[in-house]
T-cell receptor, first 111, second 114 residues
Framework: SQQGEEDPQALSIQEGENATMNCSYK?????LQWYRQNSGRGLVHLIL?????REKHSGRLRVTLDTSKKSSSLLITASRAADTASYFC???????????FGKGTRLSVIA | DTGVSQNPRHKITKRGQNVTFRCDPI?????LYWYRQTLGQGPEFLTY????????KSRLLSDRFSAERPKGSFSTLEIQRTEQGDSAMYLC????????????FGPGTRLTVL
């Protein structure tokens, strides 16, 4: 079963704009991870945020986590056409347990 | 390239046939996970190993599915008597036992059952 729900399901923006994707989950977590998937390919890990962290940055990515609301957001700044992909959030109850994924957000960045 | 490899990348089979997929994790990773992903959905957990021990199996893993990791290195996932509903992308991920909680995914095996 899927724990997370990403919002929106699909997002289309112009190159150079920022893209924000949201994720909500249901149970307590140890960490939350964001992955990117290009069409028909495997998942690429983007960033991990632990339950005791509120915000993390990696390059053009910014992730926030609000455990009281059981939600996270992924911001991609200055988007590029190459950012076109599906983005998934995944939660883990502990460091080694299987990940529980949401249904993903399909991002299209138009040049 | 994450360092996790899967073979074959694509498999087309007829209903009722058996298929086997292989996953080679990053060499020092002792945890290995199998997930299944259908079109438009996120990956769903199937099973996972710590070294050669299979620690957890999802309810999605019917008795037609079996997974092994005999020497704690590569793993195989076999589906017997395939059904059209088995058509999906099968993803493998591996993880170090300690230093990081990140799972690294392979490119997947896309199965089509005709």
């Amino acid at each position: 079963s899927q724990q997370g729900e990403e919002d929106p399901q699909a997002l289309s923006i112009q190159e150079g704009e920022n893209a924000t994707m949201n994720c909500s989950y249901k149970t307590s977590i140890n960490n939350l991870q964001w992955y990117r998937q290009n069409s028909g390919r495997g998942l690429v890990h983007l960033i991990l945020i632990r339950s005791n962290e509120r915000e993390k940055h990696s390059g053009r990515l910014r992730v926030t986590l609000d455990t009281s609301k059981k939600s996270s957001s992924l911001l991609i700044t200055a988007s590029r056409a190459a950012d076109t992909a599906s983005y998934f959030c995944a939660t883990a109850g502990s460091g080694n347990t299987p990940l529980v994924f949401g249904k993903g957000t399909r991002l299209s960045v138009i040049a | 390239d994450t360092g996790v490899s899967q073979n074959p990348r694509h498999k087309i089979t007829k209903r009722g046939q058996n298929v086997t997929f292989r996953c080679d994790p990053i060499s020092e990773h002792n945890r290995l996970y199998w997930y299944r992903q259908t079109l438009g959905q996120g990956p769903e957990f199937l099973t996972y190993f710590q070294n050669e021990a299979q620690l957890e199996k999802s309810r999605l893993l019917s008795d037609r599915f079996s997974a092994e990791r005999p020497k704690g290195s590569f793993s195989t996932l076999e589906i017997q008597r395939t059904e059209q509903g088995d058509s999906a992308m099968y993803l493998c991920a591996s993880k170090s036992g300690s230093s990081t909680d990140t799972q690294y995914f392979g490119p997947g095996t896309r199965l089509t059952v005709l």
